[in-house]
């Protein structure tokens, strides 16, 4: 079973390619108490900033059909307390489990500082650059939805960032091409996709948004087949690799993601509803995979690209 879930990618030799979305797993803390985090492929913790950041207004959450909206814009405790407690947290009890650090800002400088230092963390194996959140005032969105912007700052994070870049790319753009080939020019070793759609609810009794935002990000299944497309139409114009999510729920929304061009899996909204959602994935893949007659998912990743090559 441990070589048919393998996955190896830049600075990541994953055991298996299922691991929880930042914003949807804290720093694992809390996961913790239900299960053993050694049996993820790795986790995306949440987004760090230079300095604590309390976030958006409340409320911050609001239920969708199918998902849910939110717009916690980016509450952390700071670059200094994650790398003096977090994260030598999760090394102490988790020497294996390889981390990947997202990382967020309000400007370019913040983007560099922050990359410039997280990867001395011993455990952290890759950073997920954040340029498209989508509930921040100052910057987020704003660096993921013009290219040249965006490959200027892969370009400057890539200068001082010890670890591999993988750049999140947000949905919410006329055509996300131009941007997945400006951060490829901009020398990214990778992509995460997506992140959530920008949406909004309205309160029937007060005539106002519920969220104290107004907007929110979108996420759960209801935004899969946008993650889907998305992901085929970047995996046939490029070559990195991609960390796939979107209302990922089950083990064939793992395989499809991998299908269309993915090569690991980030579950996200999932956790809220199913705390145990990554172990159980990482239990019915193998099965899965051998009623679907897939030997390993290394075979699967080169069977689609050899297929989009051809296409």
Same mark, same amino acid.
């Given at each position: ?7 190896k ?26 299960y053993?985090l ?6 995306m ?24 909206l939110?717009a916690?814009?980016?509450q952390?405790?700071?670059?200094e307390?994650v790398?003096a407690?977090y ?11 390889p ?7 309000a400007?370019?400088e913040?983007y ?9 963390a011993?455990?952290?194996?890759a ?11 100052? %910057? @987020?969105?704003?660096?993921?939805t013009?290219?040249e =912007? #965006?490959? *200027? $700052?892969t ?5 001082v960032?010890?670890v591999?870049v993988?750049?999140k790319?947000?949905?919410n753009v ?9 951060v490829?020019?901009?020398?990214a ?10 949406g909004?609810?309205i309160?029937l ?8 935002n107004?907007? %929110? @990000?979108?996420s ?5 087949? =946008? #993650?889907? *497309? $998305?992901?085929?139409?970047v ?7 991609i ?11 793992v395989?499809?993601?991998f ?11 999932a956790?809220?509803t199913?705390?145990?959602i ?11 995979m051998a009623?679907? %007659?897939i030997t390993?998912l ?9 297929e989009?090559?051809?296409?």
């Amino acid at each position: 079973m441990a070589e048919t879930l393998r996955v190896k990618l830049p600075g990541l030799d994953l055991k298996n390619p299922i691991m929880p979305a930042s914003g949807c797993f804290g720093f694992g803390k809390e996961y913790g108490d239900y299960y053993d985090l050694n049996e993820l492929g790795s986790i995306m913790i949440k987004a760090t900033t230079p300095k604590a950041r309390f976030g958006n207004e409340t409320p911050r959450v609001a239920e969708t059909p199918s998902g849910m909206l939110n717009a916690i814009g980016l509450q952390n405790p700071g670059m200094e307390v994650v790398m003096a407690n977090y994260l030598p947290e999760l090394a102490r009890d988790y020497p294996e489990l390889p981390i990947i650090a997202n990382v967020a800002g309000a400007c370019e400088e913040d983007y560099v500082e922050v990359c410039a230092h997280i990867g001395d963390a011993p455990n952290v194996k890759a950073i997920e650059l954040n340029i498209s959140c989508p509930n921040v005032r100052h %910057g @987020g969105i704003a660096f993921g939805t013009d290219p040249e =912007v #965006a490959g *200027r $700052l892969t370009a400057a994070v890539k200068k001082v960032a010890k670890v591999p870049v993988y750049v999140k790319l947000s949905p919410n753009v006329t055509d996300i091409v131009p941007i997945a080939k400006a951060v490829e020019a901009g020398g990214a070793d990778g992509f995460t996709m997506i992140n959530t759609l920008l949406g909004m609810r309205i309160d029937l009794q007060t005539r106002k948004p519920i969220l104290a935002n107004q907007t %929110g @990000g979108l996420s759960g299944p209801a935004i899969k087949p =946008v #993650a889907i *497309r $998305l992901i085929h139409q970047v995996a046939s114009i490029s070559n990195l690799p991609i960390i796939g999510m979107g209302g990922v729920q089950t083990v064939d929304d793992v395989l499809e993601m991998f299908m269309a061009g993915a090569s690991a899996v980030a579950v996200g909204t999932a956790n809220f509803t199913d705390p145990w959602i990554c172990p159980k994935l990482i239990q019915q893949l193998p099965l899965r995979m051998a009623e679907l %007659g897939i030997t390993s998912l290394e075979q699967l990743i080169r069977e689609v690209r050899e297929e989009k090559k051809r296409a």
